[in-house]
């Protein structure tokens, strides 16, 4: 009786435990809803091919700063190119930094830089939801005369 008993305790408490697990968080839902889409900017951003530009974007990372010499001995690694001149190099990454698409470092006067996470949320208006639905209702219908 006594080992019934504390067994149904345990039973009622994993239950609570899993009911309070299925509720919503104090935030609201975190994932996103059907009218919410996030993308990221370097999805859509193409460079052309085997120009600096391209080599620059191609090499550098989102997570960590990388120096001149890491950027030329990485782009001689992934494209077997070795600029005659390193300097060519800076304007391009000026340009991206100043389009916001880099961000740079400085320290101890050492330059370092890594792309920028530029990431975007797209909402839907109300009426392209409500227009979204009258065509599912009629895609309904049509199925269900059919």
């Avoid at 890594?114 to 227009?131: D, S």
């Amino acid at each position: 009786m006594v080992i019934k008993g504390f067994i149904r305790r345990i039973i009622k408490g994993l239950e609570k435990i899993a009911s309070w697990a299925e509720k919503e968080t104090i935030y609201g839902d975190e994932s996103p809803s059907e009218g919410k889409k996030v993308i990221s900017l370097w999805d859509y951003l193409s460079f052309n091919e085997n120009t600096q530009a391209f080599h620059l974007i191609s090499v550098i990372g989102f997570d960590e700063w990388c120096d001149m010499q890491e950027i030329r001995r990485r782009i001689k690694e992934i494209f077997g190119i070795e600029y005659k001149n390193e300097k060519s190099l800076y304007p391009y990454i000026k340009t991206l930094v100043d389009s916001n698409l880099l961000e740079k470092n400085s320290i101890g006067g050492k330059m370092q830089w890594r792309k920028k996470e530029l990431l975007f949320e797209i909402r839907k208006k109300e009426a392209e939801k409500e227009k979204e639905k009258d065509k599912e209702k009629e895609k309904a219908k049509i199925k269900n005369r059919n």
